[in-house]
């Protein structure tokens, strides 16, 4: 990172290589000053070791070659980094004094984050989701004007990273700080992300905003369990009867489970592209409740048995994954006039 200064420009130029034994880092790469940059790949790709350079606690030759204190770099770990002997406000002002700078209100930060009923414990007596959400509001209160996310998420189970994710879509939308956040889980990057830079084997494969990025067939790392798209939708009207909230896109209409803010335009819904399937005619009987008439885009092989196939609904984009015998049999092409089927759909709330 070329230094504080160069946070305020439109990109973040990050320039790092570093050798640890056998593995070597080498990226060069632009990440944007505002939203949520995610960094994805597999375990052992290179991204705690990406965010380590940046931060200054990994040795190699980069843009910056100043230590870590002078940064401006606030940095989240996988596991909480808190004072054991100190309370949760002890922590968090800590901080804060440190900085010497008052960029975000406490009171914010602590009513954003939920802490407010912590502040007088300690961090023993504390959960896993709430341990973290100290360690972010610390953090935050330390003025970074970077902040790195190293899969904070990764060692909670399921009930606790339900019960921190809201939080940190809270941080997505009201900071105006940049975050750049690790993750190995995909549903994770398209929850809270604007931007995603992919890494393997310590190099960047591709880089770009999220929902061009997620439609992209040419990227492995995209194929498989990790294959599908989002699309902003805004919801319309909720239906008692059978609890289904109608949302409203640029391609029609999803029914999505469950009862959703009206007043909230353009959430971000996630399609998996092993729930999309694709008909040549409209289904007349059908348990799928969202049927789309959609526009083959482009079809890409991804194995020996599977395809990918890019769907364009509206100004919107979908992917199906569908086996090469229904491919053949369907006889799918290029600008066909299909059907797609939606079995699910993952709302961001």
Do not use: W
């Not at 790469?29 to 995610?38: F, H, L």
């Not at 896993?128 to 360690?135: D, F, I, N, P, S």
Request: aromatic share 4%.
């Amino acid at each position: 990172m070329s230094g504080v200064s160069s946070i305020r420009q439109q990109l973040i130029p990050v320039q790092h290589r570093a050798s640890l034994g056998s593995f070597m880092l080498d990226v060069d790469v632009g990440i944007p000053a505002q939203g949520v940059t995610g960094v994805f790949g597999e375990s052992g790709s290179g991204k705690t070791t990406l965010l380590r350079c940046i931060a200054g606690l990994e040795t190699g030759s980069g843009t910056d070659s100043r230590p870590p204190h002078e940064r401006g770099v606030g940095y989240v770990f996988q596991e909480p980094q808190l004072f054991p002997h100190m309370s949760v406000e002890g922590n968090i002002e800590y901080g804060r004094r440190r900085a010497g700078a008052d960029r975000l209100d406490k009171d914010h930060v602590v009513e954003m984050l939920g802490i407010g009923n912590l502040l007088s414990r300690k961090p023993a007596g504390l959960s896993g989701g709430e341990a973290q959400r100290v360690a972010i509001a610390a953090v935050l209160l330390r003025s970074p004007e970077l902040i790195l996310m190293d899969e904070p998420l990764a060692s909670l189970d399921q009930r606790r990273k339900d019960e921190l994710l809201p939080y940190l879509d809270r941080l997505h939308d009201e900071l105006s700080v940049p975050i750049v956040y690790v993750s190995h889980s995909i549903d994770e990057v398209c929850r809270l992300c604007d931007h995603l830079i992919l890494i393997e084997d310590g190099r960047v494969v591709a880089d770009g905003e999220l929902h061009a990025m997620l439609a992209r067939l040419d990227i492995p790392m995209l194929t498989g369990r990790n294959a599908g798209t989002v699309i902003n939708a805004t919801p319309d009207r909720h239906d008692s009867d059978y609890d289904l909230t109608l949302f409203r896109f640029s391609g029609g209409e999803l029914l999505v489970p469950g009862k959703y803010d009206s007043t909230i335009p353009n959430m971000r819904l996630r399609i998996a592209a092993s729930d999309v399937s694709i008909c040549r005619t409209r289904p007349q009987k059908t348990t799928i409740l969202n049927v789309l008439p959609a526009e083959i885009d482009e079809i890409q092989p991804t194995g020996s048995s599977t395809d990918l196939v890019r769907l364009a609904i509206g100004d919107d984009l979908l992917v199906a994954q569908v086996t090469r015998r229904s491919v053949t049999n369907l006889d799918l092409r290029k600008g066909d006039h299909v059907f797609a089927q939606v079995k699910s759909v993952t709302v961001r709330r």
